[in-house]
């Protein structure tokens, strides 16, 4: 009984530690779980808020309040000054802290934001965000910052934890907004590098003695995929995403930077997709490789239309100018051929014209002319008896010098006939052509427009209908009378200046 009671009080002290301690572990983890829970909330709660802003398309403020949830924080024992020098110590993001799947809408919500963001244009971007705020998140996604942001504040810097939905949405706005492909590759690269291969073999889990599976397997377990806690469990999940990058890298991303060898190659090598899918994958790389070869078929053709067109528009343009210069070079021809013949028809009328009434012009011994004097004649003229007898005596007198033979009067007559004017056969001919084509053109006025028939009938009715009128008949007999009085004596006074 003493020994029991020693027993007792020896053992009782230990079992006072142990209970002490356990008790110190449960308030210690309740406190920590409440912590989570508080915070989890606290993320959920902003989540929904930065969701609605996004639905109603405020921007600006979606952006601003998703922000505190994937920006680090300085630590409580950093001092002001050191968080303006930059050498303060930063507690994680809310975001790495969250359960993976807060942590994948957070991230999702984000670049969602980004790529709407982006698809604006510059004015409305430049309007909501301010032209250094817009430009900046421009320059994040274009140049491919927004992935390596994601991977430190979200992971803690490890490229293969990364959600594999997260990297989903990364290579998708890469591929939109990107300047190229060559950072989206690279990144894409180095997950599949670092991520490990989801496991489906579930035997382990399924067999018979999966139920009864040892402590320290499960402690295996369970610390696997604490480390790899990202991945969740090895489920059919796990695979259409890894399935989905696959197809992201393989018929999105190396085509677009031309590796079409790479990427057929690494669907053949790939461990994770089967049979029916690289088939499915090859297909689908087939045809997208035909598509660009036929866009750059027609492209090309497109082009060569383009400079077709262009060379036919210069050899038209060429031939127009030809034909324009030709057409200036015989017009000035025909100009300078009409000015010659003007030129020599002048000098020909010059050289055979009529000098005077009584023939040819008297010449001096130095080949000069001489023309009658205007005094004699005058003289001639005032004697009244004399005047009468030289009119007697100079009408016989014309005829004999006309019928004088001089070399000059020779020359002036031979050269006549040898230019002598047409026939009046030929006059004749000419003015019935003249008559047939003007009755041919009349014909064929009256045959287009009848109408111009019926108006030419009626003036000439009208014509006779004004002329039926005595007072109209004896005014235009006036007129006429009047204006041949006014041709006789201009007609008799020429003869006397002529005379004279």
Not at 88 to 96: C, I, L, N, R, T
Not at 379 to 385: D, F, I
Request: charged share 25%; net charge positive; proline share 4%.
């Amino acid at each position: 009984m003493a020994s029991n009671l020693d027993t007792s009080s020896y053992l009782s002290p230990s079992m006072n530690g142990s209970g002490i301690m356990s008790s110190s572990l449960s308030s210690l983890s309740s406190s920590v779980g409440s912590v989570r829970h508080s915070s989890s909330s606290n993320i959920s709660k902003t989540y929904r808020q930065a969701s609605t802003l996004f639905l109603t398309r405020r921007l600006p403020e979606a952006l601003s309040t998703v922000l505190p949830l994937i920006t680090p924080s300085p630590s409580e024992s950093a001092t002001p000054g050191d968080v303006a020098s930059g050498a303060a110590a930063f507690d994680p993001a809310p975001v790495a802290k969250a359960s993976r799947s807060t942590r994948i809408k957070v991230w999702s919500l984000y670049l969602t934001i980004l790529n709407a963001i982006l698809d604006l244009n510059s004015d409305e971007g430049k309007d909501a965000f301010g032209t250094q705020e817009w430009r900046a998140l421009c320059h994040k996604v274009r140049e491919g910052e927004v992935w390596e942001e994601v991977v430190r504040n979200g992971y803690h810097g490890s490229e293969g934890d990364v959600d594999a939905d997260v990297v989903i949405n990364l290579a998708t706005l890469l591929l939109g907004h990107a300047k190229t492909q060559t950072l989206n590759q690279k990144r894409l690269e180095n997950y599949l590098a670092a991520a490990r291969t989801p496991n489906l073999d579930l035997t382990d889990r399924l067999g018979p003695g999966g139920s009864s599976a040892s402590p320290a397997r499960r402690l295996r377990s369970s610390s696997k995929s604490g480390a790899g806690g990202h991945h969740g469990a090895d489920t059919p999940r796990d695979l259409n995403a890894r399935v989905k990058i696959l197809e992201l890298y393989t018929l999105h991303v190396l085509p677009r930077n031309d590796e079409w060898a790479c990427a057929r190659e690494f669907i053949n090598m790939s461990a994770v997709l089967d049979d029916e899918r690289k088939e499915a994958f090859i297909q689908a790389l087939d045809s997208l490789k035909e598509e660009q070869e036929e866009a750059e078929r027609k492209a090309r053709e497109k082009e060569d239309a383009i400079r077709k067109d262009i060379e036919n528009a210069r050899k038209l343009r060429a031939e127009n100018e030809e034909k324009e210069k030709r057409r200036l070079e015989e017009e000035r021809k025909k100009r300078e051929a009409a000015a010659a013949a003007a030129a020599s028809t002048a000098g020909t009328a010059t050289t055979e014209g009529d000098f005077g009434v009584d023939g040819a012009p008297k010449t001096t011994g130095t080949g000069t002319t001489k023309k009658p004097s205007l005094k004699k004649k005058a003289s001639s003229l005032k004697n009244g008896g004399a005047s009468s007898s030289s009119g007697a005596s100079a009408k016989p007198a014309r005829p004999s010098r006309k019928g004088a033979s001089s070399p000059t009067a020779t020359k002036t007559s031979g050269s006549s006939s040898a230019v002598t004017g047409p026939g009046m056969g030929t006059r004749a001919t000419l003015i019935l052509n003249n008559i047939r084509s003007v009755l041919d053109q009349v014909m064929t006025a009256f045959r287009g427009n009848p109408f111009l028939l019926y108006r030419t009938l009626a003036f000439i009715i009208g014509f006779l209908l004004m002329f039926s009128n005595k007072r109209v008949r004896e005014r235009i007999t006036r007129v006429v009378q009047q204006g041949w009085g006014k041709v006789r004596a201009t007609a008799g006074m020429g003869m006397k200046v002529s005379y004279i």
